[in-house]
């Protein structure tokens, strides 16, 4: 294994099954560190099922899940988490009645030094001027960029090494699904490695390094962005 793959997530011959009924088939697939590595499907395709195996919620029956050449396959969800794993998760799932830095300390509930969090808090705060204006605002009254911007800054408070986001597009508007996008860049050009599972194909491409094409529980593509919408499975997956 190369040096730089050792600190990817590896996903080998997954099989994922709920009632004895694969979803996933032997799925492969690489993020590579300090790179936005994209997941395209529609919907049905297996890609949220995909963030829960690795994020050990539903346990993959064949094949296994490296992170930083650690297997976590098996293993619990929040000893996933503390490897350097967050998950912005799709719907944004804010704590409604909680204020906007309620919801974002819940974030760091692993750290016990309080000045980490702080200093964590602060950093978000900076990307998100918004959220430090309304840092005392029920989530639940927020609007739903808003809400995006609190599920990310969620995500950042775990200082995270691999950050996981699943359909951060759904249910924006136009100009705040851009600006998510460009969040997400921004995101990870400050080091961390991104694996976006997403639908919208255009934006999606737009950002990513490299990326796989996932129908009916299966990789039935890879290739950098500009390959990989010229591919017939995106245009069967997307426009067929």
């Known amino acids: ?61 064949k094949g296994s899940i490296r992170f930083r050449g650690v297997n976590l396959t098996g293993l619990p969800t929040h000893r996933v988490i503390a490897i350097g794993i967050a998950c912005i998760p799709e719907g944004r799932r804010v704590f409604a009645k909680f204020t906007v830095e309620e919801n974002l300390r819940m974030g760091a509930y692993q750290e016990s030094s309080n000045a980490e969090v702080a200093e964590r808090l602060a950093r978000v705060y900076e990307t998100f001027p918004r959220l430090a204006e309304r840092r005392t605002q029920l989530a639940g009254t927020m609007s739903g960029g808003e809400q995006a911007m609190i599920s990310i800054g969620r995500g950042l408070m775990r200082a995270p090494k691999l950050l996981l986001i699943d359909e951060p597009s759904l249910g924006l508007a136009p100009i705040l699904v851009q600006e998510n996008f460009n969040l997400i860049r921004h995101i990870n050009e400050q080091g961390i490695t991104v694996f976006l599972v997403e639908q919208n194909v255009h934006q999606t491409l737009a950002i990513s390094d490299y990326g796989y094409v996932l129908s009916k529980g299966r990789v039935v593509a890879e290739g950098k962005p500009q390959e990989l919408g010229k591919t017939k499975e995106v245009h069967d997956a997307y426009f067929g």
Request: glycine letters at 10%; proline letters at 3%; a neutral charge.
């Open 1 to 61: 294994m190369s040096k730089d793959e050792s600190n990817a997530l590896v996903v080998e011959g997954v099989c994922t099954a709920y009632d004895k009924a694969n979803v996933l088939e032997n799925v492969s697939l690489t993020a590579a560190p300090g790179k936005i590595t994209c997941l395209l499907g529609s919907n049905g395709s297996g890609k949220t099922t995909l963030i829960r195996s690795i994020l050990g919620l539903t346990l993959p029956n």
